[in-house]
């Protein structure tokens, strides 16, 4: 059986080794890997090219669902919060970090103008208007009509999806 703990520590350091930022994911259904990413941020110039999120598009278009509910993710570092995000959506049975933030975080410093990762967290708890990210609500009655017609064309059900039972 593979290693998937390892393959992901090898991918981050073959990616470090490359130039690349030192991230991997690999995504594992039934003991075999579905799909495995490296971070491409900096080759790219794509902000959401994180390791998570390459592989979670990866693992969803073969697999033709949304959902990860029978795969384990296996990722470098503790997630951002953007990959957090994605992980909680595409809801994968488990996902298994090697390293939290706190480990690395002498070693490796993600400081933008409104992101740092030691903050980053506090900032989903606070009001929209109180965040660093200037904010501002623009509220449409026309946007609203986009949501009801979405529940009218989906038979009044108030949902989105429905998840495969695990």
């Not at 969803?60 to 990959?83: R, S």
């Not at 298994?96 to 410093?109: G, K, N, Q």
Request: aromatic share 10%; with cysteine; proline share 5%.
């Amino acid at each position: 059986m593979t290693d998937f703990v390892q393959r992901t520590i090898d991918l981050a350091a073959q990616n470090v080794a490359d130039g690349g930022r030192p991230f991997a994911t690999v995504i594992v259904r039934n003991g075999e890997v579905l799909a495995e990413s490296t971070n491409k941020v900096a080759r790219t110039n794509d902000p959401t090219a994180h390791a998570e999120i390459l592989a979670i598009r990866e693992a969803c278009m073969k697999l033709g669902t949304e959902h990860l509910v029978d795969c384990t993710v296996y990722v470098m570092a503790h997630p951002c919060p953007m990959c957090l995000g994605s992980l909680y959506y595409c809801s994968p049975r488990e996902v298994t970090f090697l390293i939290t933030r706190e480990s690395y975080e002498r070693y490796y410093l993600d400081d933008r103008k409104y992101f740092e990762v030691s903050t980053f967290y506090d900032e989903f708890a606070k009001s929209w208007d109180q965040r660093r990210l200037p904010m501002r609500y623009a509220p449409q009655e026309s946007a609203v009509d986009v949501y009801r017609q979405w529940n009218e064309r989906n038979g009044g059900r108030r949902r989105s999806t429905v998840v495969a039972p695990d």
